[in-house]
């Protein structure tokens, strides 16, 4: 099957760079979007103090749309993130205090402004918080408003809760109305902003489709849905996850030179995927890097890991962790930007094993897998291999004031004294 012409710079734009997994009602989007301005949010989960690499796509589908014209809205979660969604789910999620989302709010509000114009004109973005209005919903009028418009029947279908059940795990009747939570804010953006189109992942369909029908069937009036595909590496891992757990997009969570190597390990077969979706490079220039011949494709791979870490932490940090990563691997050096860990000088002149070092400074999950690096030749110590993690580092193995660990091809980190 062929896909539809889009005549809307937005949804051409959106297809050609391949953000576009389902579409509902695609022509009456399209002619929208060709007519006049669209506006549109996604939603975004207050759990964690910072979004992840995993979130980068729906910021970028907001940017995109930003890029063409239209309105973007930024819908946090104050009051869904109280429910707990369920999709993609095997258990419940900790319930966090009313305090813990506010602060998680506040500190995930300062990503948004890298990659989003904010302000009050009619294409600048908006940041909205649903606890705002369903906090304020009484228990029997929520029911009695919105409940004749779900049946149970249609809820138990969707991916979200049928794959919970079939995983037998236990889905709580507080997550079971997390989808209507979330069409109820559609509805409410709808009347009060103006907005039509819900965008998210394509696990989130089953619950945006609910959005649609409830404007459409209580309102009378257009609403759309637009998914991305699952984000997944060719190897099949999940976008945003790393050997050190999530790729956090929060500079005090995960440093930029962090940031800049984990863009600089994309699989070969990616770059021209990563730099479509997480760069605004253009077309024919993605073209030329990602068919790069052999080892020229690193290239390419230090172009995407430039231009991402650009994006949200600024040039200047950029620079700094490439020319971090150039002395660290092409010339053997060190620099003041790479990863850096704390060690009690008292400590070193004591003498610590080097599988402990490793397990702290972050370079392996455990002992074992620091021995096990170390047998295999992956593990070095001021740019030398070392196979013993038994071995004994102290005062001695200090060079220019921090002793050099390197684990695998990529990963450094500085131990200083202090």
Same mark, same amino acid.
């Given at each position: 099957?062929?896909?539809?012409?889009?005549?809307?710079?937005?949804?051409?734009?959106?297809?050609?760079?391949?953000?576009?997994?389902?579409?509902?009602?695609?022509?009456?989007?399209?002619?929208?979007?060709?007519?006049?301005?669209?506006?549109?949010?996604?939603?975004?989960?207050?759990?964690?103090?910072?979004?992840?690499?995993?979130?980068?796509?729906?910021?970028?589908?907001?940017?995109?749309?930003?890029?063409?014209?239209?309105?973007?809205?930024?819908?946090?979660?104050?009051?869904?993130?109280?429910?707990?969604?369920?999709?993609?789910?095997?258990?419940?999620?900790?319930?966090?205090?009313?305090?813990?989302?506010?602060?998680?709010?506040?500190?995930?509000?300062?990503?948004?402004?890298?990659?989003?114009?904010?302000?009050?004109?009619?294409?600048?973005?908006?940041?909205?918080?649903?606890?705002?209005?369903?906090?304020?919903?009484?228990?029997?009028?929520?029911?009695?408003?919105?409940?004749?418009?779900?049946?149970?029947?249609?809820?138990?279908?969707?991916?979200?809760?049928?794959?919970?059940?079939?995983?037998?795990?236990?889905?709580?009747?507080?997550?079971?109305?997390?989808?209507?939570?979330?069409?109820?804010?559609?509805?409410?953006?709808?009347?009060?902003?103006?907005?039509?189109?819900?965008?998210?992942?394509?696990?989130?369909?089953?619950?945006?489709?609910?959005?649609?029908?409830?404007?459409?069937?209580?309102?009378?009036?257009?609403?759309?849905?637009?998914?991305?595909?699952?984000?997944?590496?060719?190897?099949?891992?999940?976008?945003?996850?790393?050997?050190?757990?999530?790729?956090?997009?929060?500079?005090?969570?995960?440093?930029?030179?962090?940031?800049?190597?984990?863009?600089?390990?994309?699989?070969?077969?990616?770059?021209?995927?990563?730099?479509?979706?997480?760069?605004?490079?253009?077309?024919?220039?993605?073209?030329?890097?990602?068919?790069?011949?052999?080892?020229?494709?690193?290239?390419?791979?230090?172009? !995407? /890991?430039?231009?991402?870490?650009?994006?949200?932490?600024? #040039? *200047? &940090?950029?620079?700094?962790?490439?020319?971090? +990563?150039? =002395?660290?691997?092409?010339?053997?050096?060190?620099?003041?930007?790479?990863?850096?860990?704390?060690?009690?000088?008292?400590?070193?002149?004591?003498?610590?094993?080097?599988?402990?070092?490793?397990?702290?400074?972050?370079?392996?999950?455990?002992?074992?897998?620091?021995?096990? !690096? /170390?047998?295999?030749?992956?593990?070095?110590?001021?740019? #030398? *291999? &070392?196979?013993?993690?038994?071995?004994?580092? +102290?005062? =001695?193995?200090?060079?220019?004031?921090?002793?050099?660990?390197?684990?695998?091809?990529?990963?450094?980190?500085?131990?200083?004294?202090?």
């Amino acid at each position: 099957m062929s896909e539809p012409a889009f005549k809307s710079e937005f949804l051409k734009t959106m297809q050609a760079r391949g953000y576009i997994h389902q579409v509902s009602h695609p022509e009456e989007l399209d002619s929208a979007a060709a007519s006049g301005i669209v506006t549109a949010y996604v939603g975004f989960d207050a759990t964690a103090p910072s979004l992840h690499v995993g979130n980068l796509i729906s910021i970028m589908m907001l940017r995109r749309l930003q890029q063409a014209g239209h309105k973007p809205v930024v819908l946090m979660g104050g009051g869904t993130t109280k429910v707990g969604d369920p999709s993609g789910k095997d258990e419940s999620r900790k319930l966090l205090t009313e305090a813990d989302i506010a602060a998680n709010i506040a500190s995930i509000r300062t990503v948004f402004e890298k990659f989003l114009t904010f302000g009050d004109g009619p294409t600048d973005a908006v940041m909205v918080n649903n606890d705002d209005w369903l906090s304020k919903l009484g228990y029997i009028e929520f029911l009695r408003e919105y409940g004749p418009h779900f049946t149970v029947n249609r809820m138990l279908t969707f991916d979200s809760v049928k794959l919970r059940l079939e995983r037998e795990q236990p889905l709580t009747f507080l997550e079971f109305n997390y989808m209507l939570m979330q069409a109820v804010d559609f509805l409410h953006l709808n009347r009060t902003r103006g907005v039509q189109l819900q965008m998210g992942g394509s696990d989130q369909w089953g619950n945006i489709i609910n959005g649609v029908e409830l404007v459409r069937r209580m309102d009378q009036k257009s609403a759309f849905a637009l998914t991305t595909p699952l984000l997944t590496t060719s190897s099949g891992a999940k976008m945003g996850k790393s050997a050190a757990g999530a790729v956090w997009l929060n500079a005090d969570m995960r440093s930029p030179y962090d940031y800049w190597q984990f863009w600089r390990n994309t699989e070969d077969a990616d770059v021209g995927k990563f730099l479509r979706l997480f760069t605004d490079l253009p077309l024919d220039e993605v073209a030329r890097l990602e068919s790069l011949p052999g080892a020229e494709i690193n290239e390419a791979k230090k172009v !995407l /890991a430039n231009e991402a870490t650009r994006m949200l932490h600024g #040039a *200047a &940090e950029a620079e700094k962790a490439a020319a971090a +990563a150039q =002395a660290a691997f092409e010339q053997g050096g060190l620099s003041a930007d790479l990863p850096t860990h704390e060690i009690a000088a008292a400590e070193l002149e004591t003498g610590v094993q080097l599988a402990d070092l490793v397990v702290a400074a972050g370079l392996a999950g455990s002992k074992g897998e620091a021995r096990r !690096l /170390a047998q295999g030749g992956g593990l070095r110590v001021n740019d #030398a *291999a &070392e196979t013993d993690a038994n071995r004994t580092i +102290a005062t =001695a193995d200090l060079l220019d004031g921090v002793v050099k660990l390197g684990a695998g091809k990529k990963k450094i980190v500085l131990v200083k004294p202090v």
